[in-house]
């Protein structure tokens, strides 16, 4: 009964319940919409780092990572991936020879790593051979191919089978060159890692560092990133005298960022409902204001106070269980469409998000705990906004309530 | 034994600022049964005392009991408890629900009280009935006519079988069609169901069929008749 009056009472003033609905519904609609392309910014980032800089896991002769100097080598490191691979929820290995240096061409010259791979390997793995935008990816029977990235090579003013040198300190620590040839040029969505990487082929870069055979680094991918602690686990008992690491202890930035995105997702939305609050307040205010007359003719005839209270706080619940629903509708909707289609951002954001190592398209994303984390929020924010008015009612007198003309 | 005792009772509005002494020292004892009417000009403590019987508010002193209890020793809470079980209420105007129909109006206080829902149906569609409502039990209050209302306000107050039933000028802004046709229900119901009705007005045809008149001046007794009629 209770609720039937709750309900009805709503539908009184149409309009102002309407504009109460709609604005729970828009806030509800903004968080979600936020928050899904916040997540979606997120895992851009996460996704682009994972594949093209960390892969889930990595192997390192236990020095290397300190310093990361060439001479740590990683001892039969061809075995060893043989038998990470053969691993059960491995997806991709590459094995890789990494060497830093200056490369240099007629223009100028820049700091880089060249990361030495077999390409087959490596493109299941980083699939840096799909952002291919000139020239072939690391071409068979070519000697010294370099895959550059777009940017640097604009840097360096040069262009496909373009002479560039590479010099670097070999095994021995005597600074030495090599010259290579540009074979193809790369554009990834990721200014850091366009003009600081370049690939060779592994048997090339081992040459010129004179040490056939040899690897820095085991990049591998998993079938799920949730995977990578077990697996790591796995391999280092496989693996003893060996360094693995997992994405989030070799790039802790992944998680900084991750929970920084969703620390300001709940600040947003602990905004919004500030101002629904307030909102809720001014509107059930004037609802019981409106209504002191029939409030005190109800106290008077026997309706006590829990009940006066509980049918305010109730319907100021109704109006956020008609416009929750309706805003989350209206954004997981929204979610679904943009996270299909993607929500091209390239036009306001140009190249700014790549600064960052995020695409400009961003794939929307909510995971479903949020709708019930919402409901939630709308709710208590229903009831803290009815506190007030519910508390003005109750303490009405039904003599004077009745007096009012 | 009186369903209502009221002794020495005094009501002072304001008494820090511009004290208003709306009774100055009321006795009335009214018995099960009777169809009574507190008349007087206006301001002469009509509703006040009305509000007080009916422990909507309290003296500033004296006493009063109904049924042997004195409200002075009901919580606030207490008293809205007991409103509910044991007065019905009548007002001038505004006494339904709007959003409630005549008969959700009429169960309205037998629902507070938790009663079962075939005790309720059949005790409030007997007494629309009676009133001549039952084409109208479904209306909303704005749909009915003002007369219509107080009878349905009438029915609500009734339903429960309280002590008394207090109305506060219930024919005031009724016309005289209405008001006579809402006294003849009243004072059916009265004889029928026994139920003590106490009632304010300044209205001589209402006056008329009191059978019982007590008058008030200036927060006085100044007479107490009783009529048989
Ligand atoms: N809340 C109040 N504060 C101050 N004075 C009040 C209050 N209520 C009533 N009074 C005063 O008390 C006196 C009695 O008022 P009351 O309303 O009981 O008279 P009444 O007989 O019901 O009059 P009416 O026939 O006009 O309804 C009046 O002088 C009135 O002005
Ligand atoms: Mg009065």
């Known amino acids: 009964m209770l609720l039937k009056i709750a309900w009805r009472n709503i539908w009184r003033s149409p309009v102002r319940s309407w504009v109460v609905i709609v604005a729970i519904a828009l806030?509800?609609?903004?968080?979600?919409?936020?928050?899904?392309?916040?997540?979606?910014?997120?895992?851009?980032?996460?996704?682009?780092?994972?594949?093209?800089?960390?892969?889930?896991?990595?192997?390192?002769?236990?020095?290397?990572?300190?310093?990361?100097?060439?001479?740590?080598?990683?001892?039969?490191?061809?075995?060893v991936a043989n038998l990470i691979a053969a691993g059960p929820g491995v997806q991709a290995v590459s094995v890789r020879?990494?060497?830093?240096?200056?490369?240099?061409?007629a223009r100028g010259s820049h700091g880089l790593r060249v990361r030495g791979v077999d390409p087959a390997e490596e493109a299941a793995l980083s699939q840096l051979d799909r952002k291919l935008v000139e020239g072939a990816y690391l071409p068979e029977g070519r000697r010294n191919a370099l895959y550059l990235g777009k940017k640097l090579a604009d840097r360096l003013g040069v262009r496909l089978r373009s002479r560039v040198v590479l010099t670097f300190q070999d095994l021995e620590g005597n600074i030495t060159s090599a010259a290579f040839r540009v074979a193809g040029l790369f554009d990834v969505e990721n200014n850091g890692f366009e003009e600081g990487t370049a690939l060779a082929r592994r048997e090339d870069l081992n040459r010129v560092l004179g040490r056939p055979g040899a690897a820095h680094e085991i990049a591998v991918m998993l079938e799920d990133a949730a995977l990578a602690d077990t697996v790591a686990t796995r391999l280092r008992n496989r693996l003893p005298g060996l360094d693995v690491q997992t994405y989030m202890q070799l790039s802790p930035e992944i998680r900084l960022f991750e929970s920084q995105i969703s620390a300001s997702v709940y600040i947003i939305m602990a905004i919004v409902m500030l101002g629904l609050v307030f909102g809720i307040v001014n509107t059930m205010l004037m609802a019981v204001l409106e209504r002191v007359r029939e409030l005190g003719m109800l106290m008077a005839i026997g309706m006590n106070r829990p009940r006066?209270?509980?049918?305010?706080?109730?319907e100021t619940l109704l109006l956020g269980l008609v416009g929750a629903p309706l805003g989350m509708a209206l954004?997981?909707?929204?979610?679904?469409?943009?996270?299909?289609?993607?929500?091209?951002?390239?036009?306001?954001?140009?190249?700014?998000?790549?600064?960052?190592?995020?695409?400009?398209?961003?794939?929307?994303?909510?995971?479903?705990g949020m709708?019930?984390?919402?409901?939630?929020?709308?709710?208590?924010?229903?009831?803290?906004g009815s506190l007030y008015p519910a508390w003005k009612a109750v303490r009405l007198r039904p003599v004077e309530a009745l007096r009012k003309l | 034994m009186n369903v209502l005792d009221i002794t020495g009772v005094t009501k002072v509005y304001n008494p820090d600022t511009v004290p208003v002494h709306a009774l100055r020292g009321v006795d009335l004892e009214v018995s099960a049964g009777e169809f009574t009417a507190i008349v007087g000009p206006s301001g002469s403590g009509k509703t006040t005392l009305l509000n007080l019987i009916g422990g909507l508010d309290r003296?500033?002193?004296?006493?009063?009991?109904?049924?042997?209890?004195?409200?002075?020793?009901?919580?606030?809470n207490k008293l809205i408890d007991f409103r509910r079980d044991h007065i019905g209420f009548v007002f001038q105007s505004y006494n339904l629900i709007p959003v409630l129909t005549a008969r959700e109006n009429a169960e309205f206080v037998m629902l507070l009280q938790k009663r079962p829902r075939a005790e309720r149906e059949a005790r409030v569609t007997q007494l629309l009935r009676e009133v001549g409502l039952e084409d109208r039990m479904d209306y909303r209050p704005t749909q009915l006519s003002g007369g219509q209302q107080q009878r349905v306000a009438v029915v609500r107050a009734l339903?429960?079988?309280?002590?008394?039933?207090?109305?506060?000028?219930?024919?005031?802004?009724?016309?005289?069609?209405?008001?006579?046709?809402?006294?003849?229900?009243?004072?059916?119901?009265?004889?029928?169901?026994?139920?003590?009705?106490?009632?304010?007005?300044?209205?001589?045809?209402?006056?008329?069929?009191?059978?019982?008149?007590?008058?008030l001046e200036d927060g006085q007794i100044v007479s107490d008749e009783v009529f048989d009629r």
């Open chain 1, 27 to 79: 806030g509800v609609w903004a968080v979600i919409f936020l928050m899904g392309f916040s997540t979606g910014m997120a895992n851009s980032y996460v996704d682009s780092a994972i594949r093209l800089e960390v892969g889930h896991l990595q192997v390192h002769h236990p020095e290397y990572l300190t310093d990361r100097e060439v001479q740590f080598v990683l001892p039969q490191a061809d075995s």
């Open chain 1, 97 to 105: 020879t990494l060497v830093g240096g200056m490369l240099s061409s």
């Open chain 1, 308 to 314: 006066v209270f509980g049918m305010i706080v109730l």
């Open chain 1, 331 to 368: 954004g997981a909707g929204m979610i679904r469409w943009y996270g299909r289609h993607g929500l091209d951002l390239s036009a306001y954001a140009g190249e700014g998000l790549s600064e960052f190592g995020m695409s400009a398209v961003i794939f929307p994303d909510v995971y479903p």
């Open chain 1, 371 to 384: 709708y019930v984390e919402l409901a939630a929020a709308v709710l208590i924010t229903a009831v803290l």
């Open chain 2, 59 to 76: 003296p500033t002193a004296g006493q009063i009991r109904i049924n042997g209890i004195d409200l002075a020793t009901l919580s606030a």
């Open chain 2, 159 to 215: 339903a429960p079988r309280p002590r008394f039933i207090l109305a506060d000028e219930p024919t005031a802004n009724l016309d005289s069609v209405s008001t006579a046709n809402l006294l003849d229900i009243m004072a059916r119901l009265n004889r029928e169901e026994g139920v003590t009705f106490l009632f304010s007005t300044h209205d001589q045809r209402v006056i008329d069929r009191a059978r019982r008149v007590v008058r």
